[in-house]
Structure formats: C-alpha cells, structure tokens
C-alpha cells in the first residue's frame, strides 16, 4: 500500500539516517557563504498634497553596494523622464510644474521608486501624490427661529483635500469666538447657547484651503421673545454624536448639544466603562468632546448624557469612533541561505485596520504561485531552489492608510558534484485514484544517489498545491494511489546526494480514469399549473462528480402508488418538466447521475404537492435558491415572478433535516426575499420549502441542500479555532443588548464569520433559542422582551472551521419606561401648612418604578411656569408638601420613571389652603384626589339661603345648650349627699397612674361620628399607621388617611354622667 498523501516539504524516507541527511542538505544553512552589503532604503517617499502648477520633490535614497540605480514607477508603470519630470542624482523625483488635467497628463497617483543593484531589486512604499481640490458645500446652514433664552445650531458640510478650515461670519463680519456660549466646531457647526436679541441676522460659513476658498449661503437667525418664566421640561439632545471613521494622529469632534429647563448638564462617558483619556481630551463649548492625537485605544463606543442639574432625568446619545491604522509587521522574514533544490520558508505577519493585504515581491516584481513558488497567507514557500531564486525578495503589507514592505535575501548554494537528473520518465494510469510512475537512474553519479524525491500537483488550475514523496535509492516506480478521479497531473523526480540534488527531471502529464459520481445532483421542484412539476437540478461540484456525466435518471411517483415510472435525459440537461399529473396530489421524485463508468448513487426521495385544481387565483411559486454559509447555516434566497398579477400577503417557509419532522411554518413578511436557517447539523441534507399565501396558499416551491462538514482534528488533524473571548453584553434600551467581543489571535488575517446564540435564561423550547450571523465583532440583538434576563454565546467559522461556543454571558433587558402615570393621587391638608400627597403605582404588572417626581405649584407660580420639584424612591408613595402659604390653590400632579426614562404625568389634583380663621372653625381636613378634583378660587360666597340655615342651626344649638345647663345642675344636687362615699370608692378603685379613656356615652359616640372616629383611633396606633417623627407635629396617619387630635374633648367631659364614668374607671 503506498503511503497517503502528504504536503510537499513533509519527507518519509525509509529509514532514520536518510531523514537525517535529507533534513540536514534541505533545511540546514549552509556555513562559509558569501557576505553582500544590504541593499535598503534611506529615504522613501511620502504622502504630499500640491496645488497645480507647483514644484515637487519625491525623496527617493538607496544605500547598499555601488552602483546603484534608481528607476520610478507610477500606479505601477514606469515613469519617463521629460522637461517636467527628473530624477535626480540622488534618486529623488523632481517635477517643475505639477499638472492636474484629467488623463494621461494629470500627474497624480501612486509613486514608488526602485533601487537595483547586482545582488537585486527592492522596492519603496506607496506615496500618494494628489492635488489640492475643494467641492461645492454638500450642506449649507438653514434659517431658523429661537426662542430668547435658547439654543441655535448652523452646521455646513464641504470635501476639500486637505481638509478646510472652515470659519463663520455674522452679518457678513468674522464672528468672534471669545464668547463662552458661542462654539464653533471643525466639522463646520456653529452652536449658540442663551440666545439673546443681540444673536439676531445672517450668518454663513466660509471653507478656506491653501488654494482655495468658498462661502457658504447665508441663514437667517430670528429671535423670539421670551415669556416671563419658563415651564420645566426634561432634557432634550437636539445633536447627538456621529460614528465617525478616522486615521491615528487626527482630531476627531463628537458634537452633544442639548435643551431643557433648566439647563442641562452634558457627560460623556465609554460604552465599556473604560475611563476616556484625559491627557488627550477636552470639551468644546458646553458639552462637545474633542480627541486630539487619536490612538487606537480610543475607538470605541461613546455614550452623551444630558441630566437636569440635582435630579435623575436624563437622556443619552451614543456613537462609534472607529480608528484606522496603516500596517505595521508583527514578523519580519530573515534572510536565508539554501542549498540548490532545497526548500525556504519566509515568514512575514503584519496588522493594522483595516486588515491588510499581503503580497511578496522578488527583485522588486510581484510574485505569482507556480509549481515551486507558493504563498499561503502571509507566508511564502520555495520548493526546489534554482539559481534563479537568489534575489532580495520583499514582503508588503496594504491597506486604505498606507503601505510597509520588509525585504530578506535568499542566497542559493551551488554543488559541483551534483548528479544529472533521471530521466526518461514517464507514468501510466491504474485506476481511478492510482497512477504509476517510473524512470531511469541519473546517468552522471548515479552512484551517489541516496534517495529519489517524487513531486505532483495537479495540472488544471491555479495555485494549486503541490505534494512531495521521497523514497529510497533502491527503486525507480512508485505508484501514487491518493488521486483524485478524472484529473490530470504533472510529475517529475529529483535525485538527492548528501550535499545537493540534481534538478528537475522532465515533466510528465497523466489523468486519471473516471468514476461514478460521489452524490447525486440537489433538485429544486416547483408547479407552474396544477398538473404539472418543473424539476431542476445544479451540476454536481467536480470534486463529487468524478467525470463527465452522460445520464441523469429520474423517478417518480404517486406517494399512494407503488410502481415507479423513469426517464433517462442526456447529461447536458438540467431540469424537466413532468406534465398531466394529478391536481392536489403528493408526489415523489429522485434523480440519480452516471458517468460512462456507470450510474451513481440515487438521491432520496423529495415531496412535492400539486396545487389544487381550483387555486386559480393563488400566488405562483418563487425562484429559490438555497446556499450554505457554513456547516450549521444555510441561506434562503427567493424571487417572486415578476409576471405573476396575484396579490401576496407573506411566505410560509418549512424546513426538515432528511429522515426528520418538518419544521415550520415561519412566516415571513411579502417584502422578504432572504431568510437564514441556522443552528443546521453539519453534513446532513434538507429538505426546504417555500409559497407565497393570500386567502390562499400559493404554489410551493421544494428544494433539497447538504450542509458541508464543520473541519474537526478528524477531518485533517488541525485544532478547531478558538472561540471569540471576553464577550462583552451591555443593555440599550428595554428591547435591546448590545454585545461586542474580541476574535481570537490568529497568525494571519483571515475573514471570520460569526453566529451568536441568545435565548432567555431558562427557556424550555429550543426551537425558539435565536441565531444571528455577522462578520463584525459586535452586533445589536433587537426584538427582546422587556425587563428579561437573557443568555449570550459567540462562535466563529473560518475556512469551514467552526469553534466551540464561548462561555455564556448573561444580561438583561432594561425595564420599559413607565406608560402611564401613578393612579389614586390623593392631596390632603393636614396642618395649616402642610398637605401630604399619596398615590399608587401606575397600572401594569410589568412596570418597574425608581424614582417619584412631585411638581406642585400655586395658581400664580403655575402660570408663571414655575414649579416646585420633589423626588422620592420607587418604593414610597406619600410625601409631605410643607410651607403652603394660606389663602392659594396649589397645582399637583406626579410622574413616575425608571432608568429608561420618565413616563407621563397624572392629572393636575387641586388644593385650597384655607386661612387660619377659617381653618380653625373647622377642625375636618379638606381631602381631593384625581378623580373628584375641582377648581377653587380662594373665596366662598355664602348666598342668604346658607344664611338663613346658619341662623336656623346656631338657634338649635344654643337650646340645646340650655337644657343640659339645667340638667346638670338638677344632677348635681343629688349628688352632694353621696359625695365623700364616692370619693372613698373613687380612692380604692382609680390606679395611681392615669389610664387612657375609652370611648364615652351616646353623646360621647355622637361626637365621634362627628370626627370620622378620630378619637377612637388616638389611643392605639395600628401596624399600618405611619408617624411623622421629624418633630414638626404630632400627626398619625393610618390607612384611612391622617388622625387629627381634638384637644376640646376635655371641656365636653362635664355632660357624662358621673357614675358612668366612675365604673369605667
């Protein structure tokens, strides 16, 4: 059996010394070669920006042995010298007059220079060359009206190169900057704070470059006059933060302007709580951030938050600064010195951001792979050194921001005793897989032969990878059996000796026999009528299909009938439409594929319902295409018939991995033409299906699609990746997280997809656990449940190799704010003044309070628009109003909000303070809420009905009073002859510390309904009684509202009757 296939470099000889002394003549420098004075660069042009018709020198220095020549390529071409254009006899570019014409004779564009001496070539990094150009503003300053006392904002936009200083003018004079409420930003926005009369009239702004300068369209400024006094309301941000996209070392500005009253108070912090660099940072005006000298570091998220000075309201407005880097080498190739036919490996790894794009270059000239000469990533492989690889070879980096090669010098050595090379070879096909090859002995030292080298790569295509056998001395065949069917391959064979090898024998070219195919061919069934089914089918990948096809067979049937019905279409054919079948019926259809070697395995069986007779009117079936992204997701693409007049209301897609339940229905909206299925198992087919519904469901559309194989160490013994790590989950807003996390180390950039999995934490349906696809290393997960606690993993896929899951990271959704505003607000007075407030929480299970906001007012200070403001935790809903001033209404209402934001406020409760005479005749409190408020003006006109029945009851009152004058003094007579007896059983019975009263007689229980049970409820204080002990009063509150004192019960205790009162005791 021969030995499996092996990468070319990766040596089996048949015994111990041998792989010694191959690996010691193959990789081994060899000692006692010559030194060369390193050819490199002292000077290299640079980036530079002129005007047209100005001078300008492109510094061009080489240093290494003389002579050394200096030639000039632009955008890769060679440059000739003319009046205009020389070098100089430094190797600088000089042009007299740059000309700036479109065509070939505008002199911008990229410049390199090209040192060469006779060990080689390198060549310079990339100068861009541009001239100065200004646009037309691409946005102009707009009028607008303020209110005194407010804010305005002009902003301008113009492209320049380099980029323009743009300055303002106020009725067409500069404005000056010393003002502190006046800023003017780089980025073309003027803001003016606490706009007064004196702001009002023109303003433009004027973009000015060294050669260039443009003003702007004036914009009118009106200001409007103030009202006297202005209404709170929580702030506002009218200009938030940009994602802006920069280069290191620039100034970047995020503008946050905002309103409110009063004036709010601008923050700025970064979205992953690192702390913002103070040393390159201040703020601009009232609230801008501007980043001077921009690093890497300071990319990130950063989140504007306006908050009313001393409270809790805020809003916030956040943008990404992303930071671009030009490359920058991590590994630099090393110069390497190899013996003739020998291997070198040159290395070379650079980042930056963007990643950038690798390339190698041999004296100065851009490297292309070969059979010899191949590069993978970042890392440049020779293969059979020639004297012809002996040159300075250059590794360059690219990106948007620049460019950096690095150079290293391959020197070959040479051998006088090497021998020829075998020859008369030639190879013979045995199989589909297995071809063998034979060759004669090197005719020139054939004797100091200690082993052959067999080399192959397969002859179509490019870039292909070429394999490497090394066998002993004592055979001239070998037999390859690792090939792949139909396929052509090129051979040659190498003799080694212990101190070189001989070169390359001649090639030979052989294919290999054919082969059923490996799979069948994915079908896609659609119905155009209720009687038929159009079956189409894509060519099988050449790897699977093993030779030219010749036949498809197709099958079908009824899925209630057992016989089978066949068709054989030649091999050029790729779909087939079965027609007079039978209206709502469920057919089965397979395909099977043969070369001229023979018929292929039969794919499985795929279900297809005709529409039903009557579906007229029904949507036709859409064009799908069905796509892997990687092992675990497929893309789902459609397009509906553009001639297709039925109206459509959504899709219903179904999904079924073969063998399985069908999934589905997902319904999709009309609009949706792309659907991904993920969290797939990997090498499995599915089967997909598609239709478009009205009041009916529409013709469907099936197609069947194999998920490849997620690359495992038993795949090709390579380590899964890594998963992405420090998963990073951050809540926006009540229906979204946002997460961001950091790929894994790779040693050459690569393009990383990645799914994230979230699901709520202890969800028990896993068909509702959601997977997303990005190639971004953080993503915005919308569509949550509010106030929930979630789930977060990260996995990546790279080159068809998927890593495991990264540890789970939980978070929650915020809370949404409140919808509606505390119920049941209730004002109280209950001191001269003093009121107390209470309220319930807004309606809603879900609603989540942190904080209470009171305004109240009186009527003056209401329509003045001046409020006082009170706060008080989620958790209490009561709050004391004190300093009311006698004889005013005040104004009540309330909110409630949480760190989302505040939600609406209740309806406005009214309270009347009543002066103190009044106030004191009556004794009852005076309770309003929301739902019985009523207006009061401060006076009460009392008409002459309320007269007379004042005049009525005083009458009454006073009768009444008369009368128990008499019987109590009838009472007291008859109670002087008992009166020591008493006064003994007085003595016996009383304790000597006072006990409180209980409640009285019948005219005892008058007074108290009188009081709404006041008295009753003083002595004892309940379990939901609350007492105000700041020491401001003696007041008790119960669930039933506040308890006042009746100090006048004493003076009524005279009308009891004694002996009542003496057994109480």
Request: glycine share 6%.
């Amino acid at each position: 059996m021969a030995p499996p296939l092996r990468p070319l470099g990766r040596l089996r000889p048949p015994g111990m010394l041998l792989r010694a002394l191959l690996l010691l003549l193959l990789l081994s420098p060899v000692p006692g070669v010559w030194c060369f004075s390193e050819l490199s660069f002292v000077k290299e042009p640079q980036d530079v920006t002129v005007t047209r018709k100005d001078p300008v020198v492109l510094d061009c220095q080489a240093h290494g042995e003389v002579p050394i020549k200096v030639t000039w390529l632009k955008n890769g071409a060679k440059v000739s010298e003319n009046k205009r254009i020389e070098v100089l006899s430094n190797g600088s570019l000089y042009i007299s007059e740059v000309e700036g014409r479109r065509g070939e004779q505008s002199d911008e564009g990229f410049y390199q220079c090209l040192a060469m001496n006779k060990y080689g070539a390198i060549l310079s990094q990339k100068a861009h060359l541009a001239l100065s150009t200004i646009s037309a503003f691409e946005a102009q300053p707009i009028s607008t009206e303020v209110h005194e006392g407010g804010v305005a904002r002009f902003a301008c936009k113009i492209s320049s190169h380099p980029p323009a200083v743009i300055t303002w003018e106020f009725n067409r004079t500069a404005l000056p900057m010393t003002m502190d409420r006046i800023t003017a930003l780089p980025t073309g926005v003027l803001q003016i704070y606490d706009v007064s009369q004196r702001d009002s009239g023109n303003y433009r702004c004027v973009a000015a470059t060294v050669a260039h300068r443009r003003k702007s369209m004036e914009a009118s400024l009106a200001v409007i006059p103030a009202k006297e006094s202005k209404s709170f309301h929580t702030p506002t941000i009218i200009a938030g933060p940009q994602n802006i996209t920069t280069s290191l070392h620039q100034t970047v500005v995020l503008e946050c302007m905002a309103t409110g009253n009063p004036k709010p108070i601008i923050s700025w912090s970064r979205l992953d709580h690192k702390s913002i660099d103070v040393f390159n940072t201040r703020v601009l005006g009232s609230g801008n951030l501007m980043i001077s000298d921009v690093r890497l570091q300071h990319a990130g998220v950063y989140v504007c938050r306006a908050t009313t000075p001393g409270t809790r309201n805020f809003t916030v407005a956040m943008a990404t600064l992303t930071v671009l880097a030009p490359p920058s080498f991590v590994e630099w190739p090393e110069s390497l010195t190899r013996p003739r036919a020998g291997t070198a490996r040159f290395m070379c790894q650079a980042e930056g951001i963007p990643s950038p794009k690798m390339s190698w270059l041999k004296n100065g000239r851009k490297i292309h792979s070969n059979g010899r000469i191949k590069m993978y990533n970042s890392k440049l492989v020779i293969n059979q050194i020639i004297p012809e690889d002996d040159a300075i070879y250059q590794c360059m980096a690219e990106n948007s921001q620049g460019s950096i090669l690095s150079r290293a010098r391959l020197t070959v050595v040479m051998s006088e005793d090497r021998p020829s090379a075998p020859y008369n070879v030639h190879a013979e096909t045995m199989s589909s897989s297995a071809i063998l090859l034979a060759w004669e002995r090197p005719l020139y030292n054939s004797d100091k032969v200690i082993a052959y080298s067999v080399h192959y790569m397969k002859a179509e295509g490019l870039n292909n990878e070429e394999y490497q056998v090394v066998i002993g001395n004592d055979t001239t065949h070998y037999i390859i059996d690792d090939l792949e069917p139909a396929s052509n391959y090129t051979f040659y064979i190498v003799a080694y000796m212990p101190m070189g090898a001989s070169q390359m024998s001649d090639h030979v070219t052989q294919n290999t026999l054919e082969d059923v195919p490996l799979r069948p061919p994915e079908i896609s069934l659609t119905s155009r009528s209720p009687t038929d089914i159009l079956i189409s089918w894509l060519p099988i990948p050449a790897k699977y299909r093993r030779g030219q096809v010749v036949l498809y067979r197709l099958s079908f049937r009824l899925s209630t009938e057992n016989s089978i019905q066949v068709l054989e279409l030649p091999g050029t054919t790729h779909e087939y439409l079965l027609e007079g079948l039978k209206p709502d019926s469920v057919y089965l259809v397979r395909i099977t594929a043969a070369t001229r070697v023979g018929l292929g395995e039969s794919s499985v069986w795929t279900s297809h319902r005709t529409p039903k007779a009557t579906s007229v009117k029904a949507p036709k079936s859409p064009e799908l295409h069905l796509e892997p992204l990687n092992c675990t997701t497929i893309s789902v693409r459609w397009q509906q018939d553009v001639e297709d007049t039925a109206a459509i209301q959504g899709y219903k897609l179904y999904y079924k991995e073969e063998g399985q339940q069908e999934n589905g229905p997902i319904f999709l909206d009309a609009k949706d033409l792309l659907y991904t299925l993920s969290g797939l198992d990997p090498r499995r087919k599915y089967h997909v299906r598609l239709l478009a519904y009205n009041i009916e469901d529409g013709y469907q559309a099936d197609q069947t699609v194999s998920t490849p194989g997620c690359v495992s160490v038993r795949d090709r013994m390579v380590p899964p990746p890594p998963p992405p790590h420090h998963l990073y989950a951050k809540a926006n807003t009540s229906s979204s997280i946002f997460l961001h996390w950091r790929r894994p180390a790779f040693t050459a950039a690569q393009i990383i997809n990645y799914t994230i999995r979230c699901n709520p934490v202890g969800l028990q349906n896993a068909s509702l656990v959601l997977y997303l696809q990005t190639s971004e290393t953080q993503m915005l997960v919308q569509g949550l449940e509010p106030n929930t606690k979630y789930e977060f993993a990260v996995r990546l896929h790279v080159d068809q190799l998927s890593s495991p899951w990264s540890p789970v990271v939980y978070h929650s959704t915020l809370p949404e704010a409140p919808a509606g505003p505390p119920v049941g607000v209730k004002v109280t007075l209950i001191e001269d003044d003093t009121a107390l407030v209470s309220w319930k929480p807004p309606d809603g299970p879900e609603t989540v309070v942190t904080r209470y906001t009171i305004l109240y007012a009186s009527r003056k200070a209401w329509i003045a628009g001046e409020w006082q403001v009170l706060h008080r935790e989620g958790a209490i809903t009561m709050a004391l109003l004190e300093n009311l001033v006698a004889g005013n209404v005040y104004i009540v209402k309330i909110s409630a909000s949480n760190e989302v934001g505040e939600g609406p406020f209740s309806n406005s409760v009214e309270l009347a303070v009543l002066p103190k005479e009044t106030s004191e005749s009556n004794q009852r409190p005076k309770r309003l809420d929301s739902a019985d408020a009523k207006v009061y003006s401060g006076y009460y006109h009392l008409d002459q009905k309320s007269m007379t029945g004042i005049a009525v009851g005083v009458g009454i009152a006073l009768t009444c009073i008369l009368i128990c004058v008499l019987i109590l003094i009838y009472r007291s007579k008859a109670r002087k002859s008992s009166a020591s007896k008493t006064a003994q059983n007085g003595t016996q019975q009383l304790p000597r510390t006072s006990a409180p009263l209980a409640s009285g007689n019948e005219v005892g229980k008058n007074l108290e309904g009188a009081v709404g049970n006041e008295e009753s409820l003083m002595p004892m204080i309940m379990p939901n009684s609350f007492i105000d002990a700041k020491g401001g009063t003696d007041l008790i509150i119960n669930s039933y509202g506040p308890i006042i004192k009746n100090n006048s019960k004493k003076k009524w205790f005279f009308f009891q009757d004694s002996k009542k009162i003496q057994v109480e005791q």
